[in-house]
């Protein structure tokens, strides 16, 4: 690790050690399977989580989910499959309407059935088989994903990281926002860039990585808000007004 990434690693872990000893550790993505996971990838896009849980419901409500943890691996891969083929072979104008509470419901359909029939063609939807796969590197996985239609970056790395188990770090608007009040981002703001900072500056940790994200998320929701943030009372607020250092 370079000069650069020691300093910046060293500025990421404080406010991840900060945010956790503030809050505790943050169980991100909620979900009963990794399949709901991948389903919940793409119902999120440009929604708020509290559409998604709808939709997911409506799904539930419809046995198109596995239902809960399955007692062995088998199990689980055995209602993984079931649910993921049910959903398939429904019409996509059923699926855009079960799916209406989370928007954008007839594209979200057609992305939701893509990525279904990619999972399927992989591993026959045994998502825990394909996590542990060695003929599937992290990279090879992350470029199939963003070669379907709809599936941007973070998408891919939502289902990377909290479906399959993989070392990729999530960048979404929220990590945007608190990274910028701290001017912790590079200068050439790109997804990819910022995805690179965390993933050379921070330890190779998927479970660091998980974390990490959903105390991004909860700082936001909480503290670190669109508008006005509550920098006073937010636990990161004595850091940022100390005058963090400018990474570039
Ligand atoms: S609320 Fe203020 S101190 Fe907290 S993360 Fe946002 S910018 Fe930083």
């Known amino acids: 690790m370079n000069g650069y990434n020691t300093h910046v690693g060293g500025r990421l872990m404080e406010i991840y050690d900060q945010l956790l000893a503030a809050v505790g550790a943050e169980s991100w993505w909620p979900a009963e399977s990794p399949l709901e996971v991948v389903v919940g990838a793409v119902l999120t896009q440009n929604t708020s989580w509290s559409n998604v849980e709808k939709a997911i419901a409506a799904l539930r409500e419809r046995e198109l989910l596995p239902q809960g943890s399955g007692v062995t691996p088998q199990q689980s891969a055995a ?31 057609r992305r939701l059935r893509n990525v279904l029939a990619f999972f399927d063609d992989v591993c026959a939807f045994d998502l825990v088989w394909l996590s542990g796969s060695r003929r599937h590197d992290d990279d090879t996985l992350r470029r199939a994903l963003l070669r379907l239609g709809g599936i941007g970056p973070e998408t891919a790395d939502d289902i990377l990281l909290y479906a399959l188990n993989r070392l ?44 990490y994200h959903g105390l991004v998320v ?6 670190c808000v669109k508008r006005r943030p509550s920098c006073p009372t937010c ?14």
């Open 79 to 109: 209602a993984a499959q079931e649910a993921g083929r049910r959903i398939l072979a429904l019409p996509e104008e059923e699926l855009a309407e079960i799916i209406r509470p989370a928007g954008f419901y007839r594209l979200k359909a």
């Open 168 to 211: 990729s770090f999530v960048v979404d608007a929220y990590t945007l926002r608190l990274f910028a009040r701290h001017r912790l981002l590079p200068v050439a703001c790109t997804y990819e860039s910022v995805r690179s900072m965390f993933m050379q500056a921070l330890p190779r940790d998927i479970e660091l990585y998980k974390s």
């Open 235 to 248: 636990p990161l607020g004595r850091g940022l007004w100390a005058g963090v250092p400018q990474m570039h």
């Open 218 to 223: 909860r700082a936001c929701k909480e503290w």
